[in-house]
């Protein structure tokens, strides 16, 4: 994507959060007013998706030198401003729960697969993190695009969201009826894969 298609892309989703934006701007000055707050809004919102996908970009081995490149700056300038991300507050929790690390973007799938047959469940996550909960039932839990069809899908067929995304993904969960399997004796076999 070009960056021209990019601002037009973000011009039209700023635009959208107010519908009458557009017609106003032609005769009301307090409109231009209300743009600014909008774009500033978006720009927030802007810096909390990059910081996400930095922490997403590390969750996947990426180098801070990487990143550094990717954002047009040093690896010290990337690190000193993306490198101490404070952990996702853990919800109040009502039973036994843990925190499993390390996670990354291409094993915590399959631990949270393996963790949901034995009642385990997430509750909060960041980076390279989950904080699970136990239950006596099996759960489900899927990874999906933040801005796609499939998160609408699985929630119209009783998903839970859980957590507050983790660009370019949200996190969601399913209850089973199927009781939890016994857990083993080592401390461990939630890690393996």
Request: hydrophobic residues 40%.
């Amino acid at each position: 994507m070009s960056t021209d298609s990019l601002g037009q892309a973000l011009a039209e989703a700023i635009a959208a959060t107010d519908p009458t934006i557009h017609e106003r701007l032609a005769h009301e000055p307090d409109a231009y007013l209300d743009l600014v707050q909008l774009t500033a809004r978006a720009a927030v919102e802007t810096d909390a998706l990059l910081r996400s996908a930095v922490a997403g970009a590390r969750g996947a081995g990426c180098t801070w030198d990487g990143i550094g490149r990717a954002l047009d700056t040093t690896r010290q300038a990337a690190q000193q401003r993306f490198g101490r991300e404070p952990e996702a507050p853990v919800p109040t929790a009502t039973g036994r729960t843990m925190r499993l690390a390390p996670l990354n973007a291409f094993t915590e799938m399959l631990v949270l697969q393996r963790a949901g047959r034995f009642g385990w469940h997430s509750i909060a996550y960041g980076a390279n993190y989950h904080v699970l909960e136990k239950s006596d039932v099996q759960w489900q839990h899927e990874r999906v695009g933040l801005l796609g069809a499939r998160r609408r899908l699985l929630e119209a067929q009783g998903w839970e969201t859980f957590g507050n995304g983790w660009f370019p993904w949200t996190y969601l969960k399913r209850r089973t009826t199927t009781p939890a399997e016994p857990e083993p004796t080592s401390d461990d076999y939630l890690m393996r894969f």
